[in-house]
């Protein structure tokens, strides 16, 4: 027997994490409640896409907006000037959402009043990628200005996704984005990937997404 | 005396990571090569200012540059393809580079062959800020199509920068970027931090950027 007593921290974590993950998807399939949770880098748009799909959906479903951020309450702000309803978790530094702090917002929300429930991740690449929440469905945003190499260089976070949103569609121009070469590098890392262009500012693409997400939506 | 042991795993690995930084400051002041952190979201053009400061300041001074990134070797390749020379970290996960894969980079480098270091960080604004990699000064890169919130989301990394640039200015008619907004929160968060303007793009502002940086290299 070695002398040598290994405390691994980050695997134990991550089994904990993926433990309350179940149980909490579970709990939220006997409610009825469909969650899915957005992730991009910062700047991407997802509270843009956000706002824009509860525009799109809210006559037909109820949606409560979980929204992670280190700081700040600037995202919840705008959700409710939207008409949104939004639970904000500040992580006070922490780089990811994960489903403990999930679950603490949900359980702050009664959930008889909810059809769908939007967790807007922490702007990050990296980490939220190793963290179930428990939600449904994965959507990860990746915007043009960013370029089409993220892929190469952040693969975790493009095989988790099952949804790829390309926003700022309606600013290609200015960009060196090629579309073909991120559709051959997605189909290599994750070819059962959703993916759809749009602009959340102009509108384009969005019912297209909706309509899908609307299909996706089992309750 | 409590029968709880608490292992604070994250506190005694930031302390570890700032002893060693300060070793390795201390070992490049006496070998006079100046170090540089460049950090910034994911595809702000991290890359791109690094290639139009070499392009510069080469005749100036001898510029290696440590690429990190999890997986990889594309900026490397981007590096050297414009005449520089680059060491890839390649992190395998890790969201950020710390002091020690810092001075396994350097220890692969004859440092006589270098005047100055630059460091491309992951692209992430969140745990980049916590760890300190050794470096003489930190920058950090918002692009534009970020958007002017993103000191109130992620503060620390605002907090920890010697320098902020601001990419990307060429597209700004594309986007809703308040630059007045953005300098009075930089004021109140980080009153000491040196703004400049630039497109890496087209080049404007780079040469006030290279400036000033010449100033501040003591070799």
């Not at 109820?62 to 280190?70: C, L, N």
């Not at 959930?111 to 939007?118: A, C, G, H, P, T």
């Not at 200015?174 to 500012?201: C, E, H």
Request: hydrophobic share 45%; charged share 25%; with cysteine.
């Amino acid at each position: 027997m070695s002398d040598i007593k290994l405390i691994n921290v980050k695997e134990s974590i991550l089994t904990d994490n993926d433990n309350d993950a179940l149980f909490l998807r579970e709990k939220l399939e006997k409610e009825n409640v469909f969650m899915l949770n957005i992730m991009s880098s910062p700047g991407a748009g997802k509270t843009s896409l956000i706002i824009a799909t509860l525009k799109t959906l809210q006559d037909k479903y109820r949606i409560g907006v979980i929204e992670g951020d280190i700081d700040s309450m600037v995202d919840s702000e705008k959700i409710v000037q939207n008409g949104g309803h939004a639970v904000q978790i500040n992580t006070g530094g922490d780089c990811h959402l994960d489903s403990f702090m999930i679950k603490s917002a949900i359980d702050t929300m009664d959930l008889d009043n909810y059809d769908v429930i939007i967790i807007e991740n922490i702007g990050n690449l990296v980490c939220p990628a190793e963290f179930d929440t428990g939600a449904n469905l994965n959507v990860m945003i990746l915007s043009v200005p960013e370029g089409d190499d993220k892929i190469l260089k952040y693969p975790l976070m493009f095989q988790v996704c099952d949804v790829l949103i390309i926003n700022k569609i309606d600013c290609v121009k200015m960009f060196d984005f090629n579309f073909d070469a991120l559709m051959n590098r997605a189909a290599l890392v994750n070819p059962k990937m959703k993916i759809f262009q749009v602009s959340a500012k102009t509108g384009e693409g969005i019912e297209a997404w909706c309509d899908w997400l609307s299909e996706k939506i089992t309750v």
